[in-house]
């Protein structure tokens, strides 16, 4: 009986070290006239799967681009984001790389 309870509590704890947190956008709610645009800007993070089994830089690659792009132009937030990804792969990983590319503001 203890076999069985522990294959259950390896799956959980498995599943558990798959996820990542929820990463909430930079934003300004305001409008336009409020807030100053400092440019077009763009950044890239890449993550990989080690053996197919070990994520590294993998869930956060989106925030990190994100966070690169808006401090380029030391702005608080990007606005009329596109997102890019793109994917490759070595024998003993794959490689993901996301690409943002939007227009930092700052509130005035």
């Avoid at 259950?8 to 947190?21: D, I, M, R």
Wanted: glycine letters at 8%.
């Amino acid at each position: 009986m203890g076999r069985p309870i522990a294959y259950v509590f390896l799956g959980l704890l498995t599943c558990l070290g798959c996820s990542g947190a929820v990463y909430q956008m930079p934003r300004i709610d305001l409008p336009p006239e409020h807030y100053e645009v400092l440019g077009e800007s763009e950044a890239s993070a890449t993550g990989i799967q080690l053996f197919q089994l070990f994520p590294i830089q993998l869930n956060n690659k989106f925030e990190r681009a994100v966070d690169a792009a808006i401090a380029k132009r030391d702005g608080q937030a990007l606005v009329n984001v596109s997102v890019q990804e793109k994917w490759f792969w070595a024998y003993v990983l794959n490689g993901y790389t996301t690409s943002v590319r939007g227009t930092v503001v700052r509130q005035r």
